[in-house]
């Protein structure tokens, strides 16, 4: 679960009045694949043309509950393909958590979508192609009323670590 999570570039972009538009930047090229999930809310099924696509996964959080508007630029005009999930990811269970996804938004190499997020839920946005060939660099603008923060993505021995901390302080009290 929450394995292979790739962290992209961070950059405000734009700020009017209180809502904020940010950038993350990122690549699928060489990254791990999957089968991913057909468009949809919440997709219902897996692809049949995307059974090996590279993808790349940004964990992230809002600071402000409310609707966030989703959209993927595929950089140097790949087919790119994304889909938004709550709580946890796993690439081997592509339909588990999964609220959303889009393709061609509004056309090839574009995608999005809007979503109403809550505060302090981890979700992961995953960029990845239409089909098995179809990777490269892209860049993902997130805009809503909160800021997006990036989550680092706890591996098993960071997990354990974290759980004999919280035993180490309730020890110390």
């Known amino acids: 679960m929450n394995r292979d999570i790739a962290f992209g570039t961070f950059a405000v972009l734009l700020t009017a009045g209180s809502a904020m538009a940010q950038v993350f930047a990122g690549s699928t090229t060489g990254d791990p694949v999957w089968t991913r999930p057909v468009a949809g809310t919440p997709p219902v099924g897996l692809s049949g043309v995307g059974t090996a696509t590279p993808y790349d996964v940004l964990a992230f959080t809002v600071d402000i509950t409310g609707s966030y508007t989703f959209q993927n630029t595929a950089v140097a005009a790949w087919d790119n393909y994304t889909f938004l999930y709550q709580n946890s990811f796993d690439s081997t269970l592509p339909l588990a958590n999964v609220l959303t996804g889009n393709d061609d938004n509004p056309g090839i190499g574009l995608s999005g979508f809007a979503s109403n997020l809550t505060a302090g839920t981890t979700y992961f946005f995953v960029t990845t192609g239409f089909g098995n060939s179809d990777s490269g660099d892209y860049s993902l603008s997130i805009s809503g009323q909160g800021i997006a923060t990036i ?23």
């Open 151 to 173: 989550v680092p993505a706890p591996g098993a021995a960071a997990l354990l670590g974290l759980g004999g901390l919280a035993l180490t302080r309730r020890r110390r009290r």
